[in-house]
């Protein structure tokens, strides 16, 4: 085996991606994602390899040497040859990386609780409510640098703990208690905390006291999938009625899902993100939401 570190410009990619293993599909989706992030400037050397086996067939890097000759942009990367054929069965069976363990690495606090928050937080933001996927790293941690209050949000959120009978989705209620506590901190901490706990919610038209009844009964209805865009949604409209001082007479129906953000009254509009990025399929992992 052979092993060593090639500048990759966009000539050699070509001359490379000519020896390529024809049964291995092009994924256009994961391109663009990796195209998208080479011209942000996002691209490290990062030890991952192109690999030639003993025939001089290209079995591993078609996505960067492609990204490379439509970029015209060169890279630095591992280079690998003369393995075995057989030792590529072994390859691509690990798990990818998610936000929460980017964050991890980056040596961000409460990761595990982070993450998720974080990534329904940057929906709000940019105005699209579906699948982060094709979402780099770099640019949800570009969102947690410009709102490092998130932190207090997780850290006040894993301060109520669980209580018997919280409804879950934790990690909608973390993103929704730092989006509410930019119009009104103590507010936002109240109604997180009555909504988590179930503590004085005397008011039965109280909209925390509707909110925390209809989530729990819609976690009863095994026929009902729930997503936590939906859960969100409620959250918007509870607080609005909060800050209206409004009654909720009617229990709240299930909201439908949509790519469009819920309104939030009284959210600053400055903070909104212009751009909404490239949200491509890639091999990021979905958000795992706990209920």
């Not at 980056?106 to 998720?116: E, R």
Request: net charge negative; hydrophobic share 35%.
């Amino acid at each position: 085996m052979d092993v060593g570190v090639e500048t990759i410009t966009p000539e050699i990619a070509a001359k490379y991606l000519a020896k390529r293993d024809e049964d291995r599909p092009l994924s256009n989706g994961h391109l663009k994602y990796l195209k998208e992030r080479q011209r942000r400037g996002e691209w490290k050397t990062n030890g991952d390899s192109i690999k030639f086996d003993a025939h001089g067939c290209l079995r591993d890097g078609q996505h960067r040497l492609m990204m490379v000759m439509e970029t015209e942009i060169p890279i630095e990367v591992v280079v690998v040859r003369d393995l075995e054929p057989t030792a590529f069965i072994t390859m691509d069976t690990g798990k990818n990386r998610n936000l929460s363990d980017g964050l991890a690495i980056a040596k961000k606090p409460n990761p595990l609780h982070l993450g998720p928050a974080l990534s329904w937080v940057r929906k709000y933001l940019v105005d699209y409510m579906n699948s982060t996927k094709g979402i780099s790293f770099e640019q949800h941690l570009e969102v947690l640098d410009m709102h490092p209050e998130l932190h207090h949000s997780v850290e006040f959120r894993l301060s109520l703990g669980k209580p018997p009978g919280s409804p879950g989705f934790p990690a909608v209620t973390t993103a929704t208690h730092y989006l509410f506590s930019r119009i009104d901190h103590e507010q936002a901490d109240d109604f997180t905390e009555r909504y988590v706990t179930g503590l004085r919610l005397e008011e039965r038209t109280d909209p925390v006291a509707v909110l925390r009844g209809r989530v729990l009964s819609f976690a009863l209805q095994k026929k009902i999938h729930i997503e936590g865009q939906q859960i969100l949604r409620l959250h918007a409209l509870a607080w609005n009625a909060l800050r209206a001082e409004r009654p909720v007479k009617m229990p709240y129906k299930l909201p439908d899902l949509g790519a469009r953000r819920p309104k939030i009254d009284g959210f600053p509009k400055d903070l909104f993100l212009e751009s909404r990025g490239e949200l491509l399929p890639s091999e990021e992992q979905e958000d795992e939401e706990e209920t």
